[in-house]
């Protein structure tokens, strides 16, 4: 697309917390956030424009440096401007078919720099229903229908079947696709819904409890979302050997095996707990000790069912690689783990959990750790 350019008088200049800023007349960079809409990028002179605002009826534009001259030559990218047009097009068509032809009013739309969205009520809307409703978008961007843009005043608006309306004073800026939409809006626009490109669905989520949050794309970024989904598919189907099409059922029968896996791995972990469970309760000895290099909820397991064993000693066990220590007390043994062992939490450094039938502290040094572990073992020694 071609570059917009025009001469413009610099008004004002200016430097706050966001940067320098510059206000043009005439002020033709559309500035970002206004009507849900992102802004025009491109430059004031050899000044770059970063992003602008709103403030006060006027548009600051910030950018990398101040322009040397007052009058100057003004450009704004023709592409981002193009494709910030036939999404908020995109939207319109997206919102009315939505509207007028399931019930499905838009509440909110916003643009950023990677997404397009509307919220729309009732939160729930099925696929099927989202999928007949790109259909049909998609086959007002293809009749190529014009895009009509002009201002009236507020007595002829309140002829006008509106599907957005707001309160305004002084001209209102109409946008109007016949037969599919008629709104208020003084954003930027497309000529023809043609230039709008295929429109896609390719989200949604629940927002505040009451709201849908549809993401939609249009134009370039249909192409580089499909381009996206092509490559992953390509990709997985290359390492899962099988085409693109059979993925679904090479997946689906990938996680039944992974769940199958996972639960045999669960009873054959249990049994592993359970042997060491009873190969420490057989132990002769006032306390039974056993080194292990098991992760966090494993170990945490293993002292629970060291709790419930029916013995009189207490068990200590310890992973030199995760700088752990574990300590449980048989169901008939008195030891009171709360009131005898805080020095491993405050001496030590110790982190973790303590109760009267068990505790579980890990530490930030090796140094600290062997120390608690010294402390530990001679405790539970002098205690039987």
Request: aromatic share 8%; proline share 2%; glycine share 8%.
């Amino acid at each position: 697309m071609k570059h917009i350019e025009f001469k413009a008088k610099i008004i004002e200049k200016g430097k706050n917390e966001k940067g320098k800023f510059v206000v043009l007349e005439p002020g033709k960079f559309y500035p970002d956030g206004k009507g849900g809409q992102i802004g025009d990028r491109g430059f004031i002179g050899e000044a770059k424009v970063l992003f602008s605002e709103e403030n006060n009826g006027k548009t600051l534009l910030y950018t990398d440096k101040f322009p040397e001259r007052e009058e100057i030559l003004c450009r704004i990218d023709g592409n981002r401007r193009h494709t910030i047009s036939a999404l908020h097009t995109a939207q319109h068509i997206l919102s009315a078919v939505l509207e007028d032809r399931f019930g499905i009013k838009t509440e909110a739309f916003h643009m950023s720099e990677s997404t397009c969205t509307i919220d729309v009520a009732p939160v729930s809307v099925s696929a099927e229903t989202l999928e007949k409703a790109e259909g049909i978008a998609n086959e007002i961007v293809f009749a190529n229908l014009p895009v009509k843009k002009y201002y009236a005043n507020k007595e002829e608006t309140e002829k006008m079947n509106l599907r957005s309306k707001h309160e305004v004073s002084g001209k209102i800026r109409i946008v109007e696709i016949p037969g599919v939409d008629i709104s208020m809006c003084g954003g930027t626009h497309v000529d023809f819904t043609g230039e709008v490109g295929l429109i896609k669905i390719v989200k949604k989520e629940k927002v505040k409890k009451q709201y849908l949050r549809l993401y939609f794309t249009a134009e370039k970024r249909t192409l580089s979302y499909i381009r996206e989904l092509s490559n992953i598919a390509n990709a997985v189907s290359e390492t899962l050997t099988c085409g693109v099409s059979e993925l679904p059922e090479k997946i689906n029968k990938m996680l039944s095996e992974i769940k199958s896996l996972k639960k045999e791995n669960k009873n054959l972990k249990l049994n592993a707990l359970k042997d060491i469970v009873s190969e420490l309760s057989a132990e002769k000895g006032v306390i039974s000790e056993r080194e292990i290099d098991f992760e966090k909820g494993d170990f945490m397991t293993l002292l629970a069912m060291l709790s419930r064993e029916e013995s009189g000693k207490p068990f200590l066990i310890f992973s030199k690689k995760g700088k752990s220590v574990g300590i449980a007390r048989g169901k008939n043994c008195a030891l009171d783990l709360k009131e005898n062992f805080p020095e491993l939490f405050d001496k030590f450094k110790g982190k973790g959990i303590v109760k009267n039938a068990f505790l579980y502290a890990e530490f930030g040094s090796k140094e600290n750790f062997e120390n608690a572990l010294e402390f530990a073992r001679a405790k539970l020694k002098n205690h039987g």
